[in-house]
């Protein structure tokens, strides 16, 4: 399924979505602070005369914003969901299977690379159990990172037979809560809105993160143990995807699968094979 997202530290809105819906972004930087300053219609002329009285509005009107800024940001604060953290640093932890990929064509090059995903159930249960099925399918091996944005996802998940992929498509599983924060190295469904994922994944790359992701219901399922040095070596060259972009169109990989990428986009990294290591 195709998906589209954009990402902006002041962004609100953002879907990283399926089949035949693009990406919707709402940049509020503008909006807040035309509602936290006062407008030239709004503003009042005080008489010459009375320049104790301005400076006393002036101190309160300070005031008043001050507290504006401390009830927003406290509110975010206290909203913030907590940072993911290793299983094996959590004695409450469910720590579930370690799947191993094996990445070749690392900077669209021959080079290749180990990463390890631990799974956690006790994130997202549903989503976890849907990742381990595809993996027991063997549905990861020839997949390509297809959309590869630095600084906010690397995403893939599409198998590279259509006939594999037609059965995946429309089996879609229920949401998961959001349990943790979208940090660096977490592993996510992708969704084209409530109880929508099937097959398609993302790892988040942003340094600081894509916490905005939280409140719009992406679910970390678990999260990169090792090799993130070589999810950030996945080719990006090709840039965003169609039709925003010059990059593959979703829905031209759906219905040709590998044969179309290749030929057209040889330079993408892909999963040469999938290991799942013993608990």
Do not use: H
Request: a positive charge.
């Amino acid at each position: 399924r195709s998906s589209a997202a954009a990402a902006a530290a002041t962004t609100t809105t953002t879907t990283i979505n399926k089949p035949r819906q693009q990406s919707t972004t709402t940049t509020t930087t503008a909006a807040a602070r035309s509602m936290l300053t006062p407008t030239s219609s709004a503003s009042i002329t005080f008489s010459t005369t009375t320049t104790s009285l301005n400076a006393e509005k002036t101190s309160r009107r300070r005031e008043f914003f001050r507290g504006v800024r401390r009830l927003v940001f406290g509110a975010a604060v206290a909203t913030t969901l907590p940072m993911p953290t290793l299983a094996a640093d959590d004695a409450t932890a469910e720590a579930g299977r370690i799947i191993e990929f094996q990445i070749a064509n690392l900077d669209g090059v021959d080079g290749t690379g180990t990463v390890k995903i631990q799974m956690r159930p006790d994130w997202a249960p549903r989503g976890v159990q849907r990742f381990t099925d595809l993996t027991d399918q063997g549905f990861w091996d020839g997949c390509r990172f297809f959309r590869v944005l630095p600084g906010f996802i690397a995403q893939f998940g599409i198998n590279g037979d259509p006939n594999v992929q037609t059965k995946w498509r429309s089996a879609s599983i229920p949401d998961d809560p959001v349990k943790v924060t979208n940090a660096r190295g977490t592993v996510v469904f992708a969704t084209a809105g409530p109880n929508t994922r099937t097959s398609q994944i993302f790892i988040n790359t942003r340094d600081q993160g894509n916490a905005f992701l939280d409140k719009q219901g992406f679910s970390p399922i678990g999260q990169v143990i090792e090799g993130m040095e070589y999810v950030d070596k996945l080719y990006a060259g090709y840039g965003e995807g169609a039709p925003q972009g010059r990059g593959p169109n979703q829905a031209l990989i759906q219905k040709s699968g590998n044969k179309y990428l290749e030929e057209s986009y040889p330079k993408l990294s892909y999963i040469r094979n999938q290991v799942k290591v013993p608990k």
